[in-house]
């Protein structure tokens, strides 16, 4: 975990996902059966201008594990936000895009993929604060199918 240093001033648009957040969410795509998974989420800072970044998933059934994903957020002059994040799977992404009061809108610019890993093209994700919750929602465009809905969830803060 990130040291307590005050948060560096450049965060401030998005000093608001600071904390560990968790939740259910629902999932589904063209190519598999819709389900439903447990979430965390961790934004931490070290003063630096920058989040750091870690979720994962488990299924609700069993507890079994799901997804993960890591990287930074970055706030930028004017409200926008870059975004890089990792995959276990061997996909790697960079989002840009804005952050206006606690909505975030991100959409990739470039997405890479090791030779072993699915075809992943294109992917969006939209954030939001609503009623102290972090909820989000990703479309992602995928092995021959055009960008749809993949992901959903509600988010509570569990600790800052």
Do not use: C
Not at 40 to 67: C, I, M
Not at 118 to 142: F, H, I
Request: charged share 25%; no cysteine.
């Amino acid at each position: 975990m990130e040291d307590a240093k005050a948060p560096h001033g450049d965060l401030d648009p998005i000093a608001f996902l600071i904390g560990r957040w968790r939740g259910e969410g629902v999932g589904g795509y063209p190519t598999m059966a819709d389900f439903r998974y447990g979430e965390e989420v961790v934004f931490a800072q070290n003063g630096k201008p920058f989040l750091s970044y870690t979720q994962r998933t488990w299924a609700l059934d069993d507890g079994r594990p799901l997804h993960s994903e890591t990287g930074y957020w970055r706030p930028r002059p004017e409200g926008a936000l870059e975004v890089v994040l990792a995959h276990p799977t061997g996909v790697a992404e960079i989002y840009y895009g804005t952050v206006a009061f606690s909505k975030i809108e991100l959409a990739t610019d470039v997405v890479v993929r090791t030779t072993s890993a699915k075809e992943v093209t294109a992917l969006k994700r939209l954030y939001g604060l609503v009623d102290g919750k972090l909820l989000y929602a990703v479309d992602m465009a995928a092995v021959g199918h055009p960008l749809s809905p993949h992901l959903s969830a509600t988010l509570e803060r569990v600790e800052e």
